[in-house]
């Protein structure tokens, strides 16, 4: 059986449904299951689990001999690498874990210090490093593309891979379906393309039909206009370090990964976009934006 540790990200969801679909044995840790259950209903085994909370990991884990790992925006990491060490108490055998690209270049993140917690641990492991995420694009920046034709992000001028979750969803199924062909081996999926803002703006137009305007924010700008528009200063952090390789310049280099390990391409950003347009129409004008 496989635990999935995080059902709140947009890969634990995608990666949750598919198993579902494909009636594949697993189970999802959830601070609370009766919450969870009443939300998605019972068609999930949903088990309470808190990464902070010791006494949650025997029952959480029971029964399980895969575990897909993935390490939430607002954990502690000592909590975490505390629970990673955990698992050599376990009967797991194999040990999935959603990393970044970034750990290999900015080794101060967490993901290069719990990859390294990961193989110490003596448990076979699969680490995969995605790149940028094209669904960033519904998230923090769907508003500001819907409502005023602006590409809202503090990338500079620098460009990046972008790699559709879906993409990586079939990736990490790939790495449970077939375990032992993937024990100890890390992969950086990346996307055979790599775009500016400037560039992805320019798409986004192309599909939408209307001119989008890239902003190129500065981070203090960047960091100002979203708290005054709801977000943390510990959300808005998050966002903005997904960018600063992206000013960097170090989250350019693209690769044939995904077509070596699954035998077809990945989703283009142009089909992505095409794929969502609906997410960034304003419903009430029935047109792409609202100038107004």
Not at 229 to 251: D, F, R
């Amino acid at each position: 059986m496989i635990f999935i540790t995080d059902f709140s990200s947009p890969i634990g969801q995608l990666v949750s449904q598919r198993m579902r679909t494909e009636e594949q044995p697993f189970c999802i840790g959830v601070s609370d299951p009766q919450a969870a259950s009443e939300l998605y209903g019972e068609h999930f085994d949903f088990r309470r689990f808190d990464v902070q909370d010791a006494s949650t990991f025997v029952e959480a884990l029971a029964g399980c001999d895969q575990i897909f790992l993935e390490f939430p925006a607002n954990a502690d990491l000592e909590t975490f690498e505390y629970f990673i060490h955990y698992l050599r108490q376990t009967g797991l055998q194999h040990i999935v874990y959603l990393s970044s690209k970034d750990a290999l270049s900015l080794p101060f993140t967490p993901h290069h210090r719990i990859e390294v917690v990961i193989r110490q641990t003596d448990i076979p492991y699969t680490i995969i490093r995605p790149s940028y995420y094209m669904q960033h694009l519904n998230m923090f920046m769907r508003d500001m593309l819907r409502d005023h034709a602006h590409l809202f992000a503090p990338a500079g001028i620098g460009k990046t891979c972008m790699i559709d979750a879906r993409d990586v969803a079939t990736v990490v199924m790939t790495c449970l379906e077939n375990p032992a062909t993937h024990f100890n081996k890390i992969y950086t999926i990346s996307g055979e393309a790599a775009y500016n803002f400037y560039e992805v703006a320019r798409l986004l137009g192309e599909e939408l039909e209307t001119e989008i305007m890239y902003t190129n924010p500065s981070i203090d700008f960047f960091r100002s206009f979203m708290m005054q528009h709801g977000l943390s200063y510990e959300e808005t952090n998050e966002i903005i370090k997904l960018h600063v390789p992206i000013l960097l310049g170090l989250a350019d280099e693209t690769d044939n990964h995904f077509l070596e390990l699954i035998g077809e391409r990945p989703i283009t950003l142009r089909q992505y976009i095409k794929d969502h347009l609906s997410d960034w129409v304003n419903e009430e004008e029935g047109k792409a934006y609202d100038y107004s």
